[in-house]
């Protein structure tokens, strides 16, 4: 059976707000942060070295990344829905978005978080950071438009991706001044199988 490994409060409630979405069946292992560092706990480095949720297992297959995990689900398990094939006009979009949303649009949000325990010493860092997030938070608003879901008129793997950045950022009230964000998120918020995936996976606050 497909096992997901799962941090509270993490990227990884992507991957059990996936699997409800595909139907699949799965079991969830939890971990627990620690309460003082907020780090992953020791159980997690015994499922991979690098000891970072999500992990998925699925029979000889483990993944370690969300992109992938979530793009291996749908491929696997619901095929022809929630990804474009690979020679579909919609794939380098498709891809180009998966890559983005970990590889650029995360990390100025990460950089905050860690900036932000130094307290004033880091303040020198926060105008450029704060206008970083703003840059990706623009772009990804005017890539979703007045669409549905990322990627047009049907929910696909981006939004399981994307959607836990806005809810970081709406932690911090940062969705306030962009409309159809904060609507995006609602809506995929009242998914039957985003609420699921919130009560399967167990407490989920991000933002401290
Ligand atoms: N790019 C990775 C990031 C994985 C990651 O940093 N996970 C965080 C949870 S949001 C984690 O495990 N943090 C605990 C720690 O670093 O100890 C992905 O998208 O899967």
């Known amino acids: 059976m497909i096992k997901i490994h799962h941090l509270n409060n993490s990227r990884s409630q992507r991957i059990v707000w996936t699997l409800e979405e595909i139907g699949a069946d799965y079991e969830i292992v939890h971990h627990t942060r620690d309460t003082e560092t907020g780090l992953a706990p020791e159980s997690l480095l015994k499922v991979h070295p690098l000891g970072k949720a999500p992990v998925l297992e699925d029979n000889d297959v483990t993944i370690a990344e969300s992109a992938a995990a979530i793009d291996y689900l749908v491929r696997t398990y619901a095929p022809g829905k929630f990804a474009p094939d690979y020679d579909s006009p919609n794939y380098l979009k498709y891809n180009e978005l998966m890559h983005y949303i970990e590889g650029s649009a995360m990390l100025p949000l990460i950089l905050n978080l860690y900036v932000g325990r130094l307290g004033e010493a880091g303040a020198p860092l926060a105008p450029r950071i704060t206008s970083e997030i703003g840059l990706h938070l623009g772009y990804l608003a005017r890539t979703l438009g007045e669409q549905e879901f990322f990627m047009g008129s049907e929910i ?40 699921r995936a919130i009560k399967r996976g167990g407490a989920y606050k991000l933002g401290g």
């Open 156 to 195: 696909s793997a981006v939004d399981f991706h994307a959607t836990f950045i806005f809810e970081a950022v709406n932690a911090g009230g940062g969705l306030a001044q962009i409309p159809n964000l904060a609507a995006y998120l609602e809506r995929m918020e009242n998914r039957p199988a985003y609420k």
